[in-house]
């Protein structure tokens, strides 16, 4: 079964540095991060981003009382995920970012690439509510307008 | 010289056409370019959209398209904050009026019908989608999946809308399926996954589309019907449809009978650019092209970035497509069809690609254009430009964008103008970042050589070399009535006094203009729209570079939608950025610098450029105040802003002098 990236808690001395990002954050919001693809019983690749999916282990960022902490999870699709913000990375992503000096800004340019794919699952204003305006905007996500 | 010379060097766009049983004058249809909210909340045109339809009317296309509404009650379809509406009656009276305008102008109207699905239910708090996938920008709303029946409801009230549209007097209706609008998104892969009869397979996700064209047309089978599709959509690392896909969805619109294609380019949330000054004009034409090979019997219109009309006569002339669809050129100039007609293309306003539009749009404002400050404001008289009551001889101190259109404007009106500047060419700033403008130079470029060609047809003198101090006021004492100040703005080098070493730093508008040639390694100080600029080129032509920015982020003084091409150019090119970062020293080896926690580094350059803070050239206020009647100025004289407010302050001043 794919797994998101491996060990997880090696991230969380990356959460620990950024700590100004997650402060504002509102207690119980979390940040999943899902592998794109898994494989069926069958080998065949199928796509995780389902409303419904067979049970996928996905790492979370979870803002507890004290900081930002980096938990396991199991995700079963988009229809039951409590996250507030779902990142969808391809197979080795993740590990590439944390070989990088700074992990986080390698993230960034993962998502400018397309190895990791950004969704979020609230409204602009429960998100700006809940506090994550300072991590989005330091991925460089915008918060407001497309249009290329 | 005469209309016609004009449409002869252009005669495939000037021939005459046919959409369904409407005859059209020419190949040229105006593009829904017209989301402007400009409107009520609650849907209802206004005076000021109505007078801005007008102008759109006698643009002089063959076909007009009347901007989306949208057609359910709930507002589901609704997008923008002051979309137009086309859900009841009681909306008719203003669409009458503009299918009347179109009519009077000789052209076919054609009112689209937007429901932005992904998109929509702006007042909401969700939007309506084949299956729950979730937003991938965080500006809209979150999914609820649609149930058949609300399918079969939709359809209804885009049928009802339709029907509208044709009582209020128009000859046909559009309906959108591109751009992940509720059609485009049922169309694909990504966003639908549905296990139903409209999921699945391509044919499986087009029904809706094709049940719905089915239903327009039995209800209006005597009306053209234009689907708008797109030929990209530019989603494929998202899982959304290849371009394969997206030409067999246009053969399955063809073969409902759909009367005219229109190809377009690109979902909102597509991660690249589509059109924006970064795309060469032309670049996407093949999608059209293809279109007419897979759909020959099927009218196709395009234009998404083709703004040049001689372009677009040289693709009709090929067979590429049958109509020129334009939007963002005629927001820019709405004489464009007029002058090409009159063989004044040199007149032309060219759209420089600056998304401002859009950026506004999105940013729930009354749309605007960069190059045409009147847009918008049709229904204020304070706006046109009209013969001055009371002819004046006007100086204007410098040849910058705010100048040169505060002269030509005052031109027009009649007044007497002379430009000083001390360069020994127009164009001021301008000139230096359209040069180093990794985007396009020669969409910037032709805004100066816009200004060049006016002046000199409208006769607006030019002083150049020419610096404006207290001594030539002295010498032209009392032969102006009118001085205006546009003398810019410039780095604020005084800003470092306290920087040792502050003697070392190089202006970066000195390094734009080519007046310093900068060394092999240079360390920009002003992450900002002149440093960000001036970096990249440095970077891209073999420069070392690093920025530094002592705010948290760069780009913060650069408009909404070009912030992330910079950021995505500076990644590109691999520009090492320090944020949150200030100068401390200039030395002979580079610049020291320190960051948030007071860690110093020392950054190896043989150049140190300044590219921050701005400061505005307002001296010549205090020299000039008592030598001359009347004491005006615009541009970055006032603040330093950028190109938009020179060129709509120099317009606003200018209708006004
Ligand atoms: C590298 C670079 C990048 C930029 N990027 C952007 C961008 O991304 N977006 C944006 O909107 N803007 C950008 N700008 C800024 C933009 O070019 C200016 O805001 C714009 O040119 C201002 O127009 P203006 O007419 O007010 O002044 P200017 O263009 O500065 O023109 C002023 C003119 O006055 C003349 N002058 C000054 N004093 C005198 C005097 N005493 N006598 C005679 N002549 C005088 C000068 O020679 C100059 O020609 C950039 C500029 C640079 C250099
Ligand atoms: C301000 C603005 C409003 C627009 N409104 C609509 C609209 O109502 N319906 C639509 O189908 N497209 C709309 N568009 C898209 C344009 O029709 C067109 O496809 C796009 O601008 C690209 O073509 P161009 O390069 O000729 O501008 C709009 C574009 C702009 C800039
Ligand atoms: S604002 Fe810019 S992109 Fe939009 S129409 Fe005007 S010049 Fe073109």
Redesign the pocket.
């Known amino acids: 079964m794919a797994v998101v990236a491996q060990p997880v808690f090696d991230w969380q001395p990356v959460l620990d540095v950024h700590v100004e990002l997650f402060e504002p954050l509102a207690t119980g919001v979390s940040v999943a991060l899902v592998p794109r693809w898994r494989e069926d019983s069958q080998g065949l690749r199928r796509a995780n981003i389902m409303p419904k999916t067979e049970p996928v282990p996905m790492m979370l960022w979870l803002r507890e009382a004290q900081a930002m902490r980096v938990r396991e999870g199991i995700f079963t699709g988009l229809a039951s995920l409590a996250s507030d913000v779902l990142l969808i990375v391809e197979d080795g992503a993740l590990d590439v970012a944390l070989a990088h000096e700074r992990p986080l800004s390698e993230l960034k340019r993962l998502l400018r690439r397309n190895r990791v794919l950004f969704m979020v699952l609230r409204t602009r204003d429960e998100l700006r509510e809940r506090g994550w305006t300072e991590f989005l905007e330091a991925l460089g996500l915008p918060f407001l307008g497309t249009c290329r | 010289m005469s209309e016609r010379s004009g449409e002869a060097k252009l005669p495939h766009l000037f021939r005459r056409g046919r959409l369904g049983r409407y005859a059209t004058k020419n190949m040229i249809k105006y593009?829904?370019?017209?989301?402007?909210n400009y409107n009520t909340r609650d849907g209802h045109i206004t005076p000021r959209e109505l007078a801005r339809t007008r102008v759109i009317a006698n643009t002089g296309c063959g076909i007009i398209t009347n901007?989306?509404a949208y057609p359910d009650p709930k507002g589901e379809g609704k997008s923008y904050f002051r979309m137009v509406a086309l859900y009841d009656d009681k909306f008719l009276p203003q669409f009458e009026t503009i299918a009347g305008y179109i009519h009077e102008a000789g052209a076919v109207a054609i009112q689209?019908i937007?429901h932005a699905g992904r998109y929509g239910g702006i007042d909401l708090g969700y939007c309506v989608q084949p299956s729950v996938v979730p937003q991938t920008l965080p500006h809209f709303r979150p999914p609820r999946e649609m149930s058949k029946d609300d399918i079969r409801r939709c359809i209804r009230e885009h049928v009802d809308a339709a029907k509208r549209a044709i009582r209020a007097g128009f000859d046909g209706v559009e309906v959108?399926s591109?751009?992940g609008y509720l059609l485009a998104s049922f169309n694909s892969r990504f966003t639908n996954q549905r296990s139903d009869e409209y999921g699945g397979s391509l044919e499986n996700r087009g029904r809706f589309m094709r049940e719905l064209i089915d239903a327009v047309k039995q209800a209006l089978p005597e009306h053209p019907f234009v689907i708008?599709l797109n030929g990209a959509e530019l989603m494929d690392q998202w899982g959304g449809n290849n371009e394969d896909e997206c030409f067999e969805l246009m053969k399955q619109a063809a073969g409902c009978g759909v009367d005219m294609i229109s190809v377009?380019v690109g979902w909102q949330e597509a991660p690249e650019s589509s059109?924006g000054r970064d795309v060469a004009p032309g670049h996407w034409n093949y999608l059209a092209a293809r279109a007419k090979r897979e759909c020959p019997d099927t009218l196709v219109a395009f234009?998404?970035?083709?703004?040049d009309p001689r372009m677009a006569d040289a693709c009709l002339a090929k067979g590429e497509f049958d109509y020129w669809?334009?939007?963002?050129?005629m927001?820019a100039d709405p004489d464009l069809v007029h002058k090409a007609a009159e063989d004044r293309l040199d007149e032309v306003r060219r759209?420089i690609g600056s998304l401002n539009?859009?950026s506004r749009?999105f940013r729930d404002l009354p749309?605007s254009c960069t190059m045409n400050p009147a847009l918008g404001h049709e229904v204020e008289p304070e706006y046109s430009v009209t013969p001055a009551a009371v002819k004046k001889k006007i100086m204007v101190i410098g040849a910058g964008p705010a100048g040169m259109e505060f002269a030509i404007t005052a031109r027009r009106r009649g007044h007497e103008v002379t430009v000083y500047d001390r360069a020994d060419h127009i164009g001021g700033n301008l000139l230096g970042y359209a040069t180093r403008d990794l985007a396009r130079p020669d969409d910037l470029l032709s805004v100066v050589r816009h200004y060049e060609v006016m002046a000199t047809k409208l006769g607006v003198e030019l002083k150049l070399n020419t610096e404006a101090n207290a001594k030539l006021m002295r010498s032209v004492l009392h032969q102006y009535d009118v001085c205006v100040v546009a003398a810019g703005a410039r780095i604020d080098l005084s800003a470092y006094d306290g920087v040792p070493g502050h003697e070392r730093l190089v202006d970066a508008l000195a390094v734009a203009a080519g007046r310093v040639e900068p060394g092999k390694r240079v360390v920009v100080i002003g992450a900002g729209k002149i440093g960000l600029v001036v970096a990249e080129y440095l970077k891209k032509n073999g420069t070392e570079v690093t920025l530094v920015e002592a705010e948290k982020r760069i780009a913060g003084d650069v408009m909404p939608t070009f912030k992330w091409r910079h950021t995505a150019w500076v990644e590109e090119l691999e520009i090492p950025v320090l944020t949150s970062t200030r100068l401390v020293r200039v030395t002979a080896d580079g610049a020291v610098v320190v960051d948030a926690k007071g860690t110093e580094t020392t950054l190896p350059a043989d150049t140190v450029i300044a590219a921050a803070p701005r400061v505005a050239n307002q001296a010549l206020f205090a020299e000039f105040e008592w030598m001359v009647d009347e004491l005006h100025g615009c541009g970055d004289a006032l603040m330093p802003r950028g190109m938009d407010a020179a060129i709509h302050e120099g317009y606003r001043l200018g209708v006004r002098i």
């Open positions: 593009g829904a370019c017209c989301v402007s901007q989306g689209q937007l959108t591109f751009m708008r377009t059109i234009g998404n970035r083709l703004p669809e334009v939007c963002r050129p927001l759209c539009c859009l749009v749309y």
